[in-house]
């Protein structure tokens, strides 16, 4: 299993008022950070729909829950500047992992499409590796 900076902490100071804002709006917008990758490759929203904020933080709730069950090598790769998930949400997936073979890589240089940020080659290359080396 590989995961890229998946949260388990979200980065956001307004999410404790997600009830609230729900009654009073059904989106928030979204801002978009310029990747240094051809912009075809750039695809984002406008705006976040605030049910998905929700189903999003079920999702977690339920996953984080599956971590000690997990006992399949994984890699957890996570950006120390990423500004969607908190940096600690990789350490707590990497310590609840039951996997005898795992890894944390941090990113000095990516935000929170690390797929597409700087230093994403080298990103590439760790998952390749760490594939070609698991058993």
Do not use: M
Not at 31 to 39: A, E, G, M, Q, S
Not at 83 to 104: C, F
């Amino acid at each position: 299993i590989v995961v890229l900076n998946t949260p388990i902490y979200i980065a956001e100071k307004k999410l404790p008022l997600l009830p609230l804002l729900r009654v009073f709006r059904t989106y928030i917008p979204k801002k978009r950070r310029k990747l240094p990758v051809d912009p075809i490759y750039n695809i984002s929203y406008e705006r976040w729909p605030l049910s998905s904020i929700g189903s999003l933080l079920e999702l977690i709730q339920h996953t984080d829950g599956l971590l000690p069950g997990i006992t399949v090598p994984a890699l957890v790769v996570q950006s120390k500047h990423d500004r969607t998930v908190r940096p600690e949400s990789a350490r707590h997936i990497y310590d609840l992992l039951a996997s005898r073979v795992k890894r944390l890589v941090w990113h000095e240089h990516s935000g929170h499409v690390i797929t597409l940020d700087e230093g994403h080659q080298e990103v590439f290359k760790d998952i390749a590796e760490f594939l070609l080396n698991c058993e």
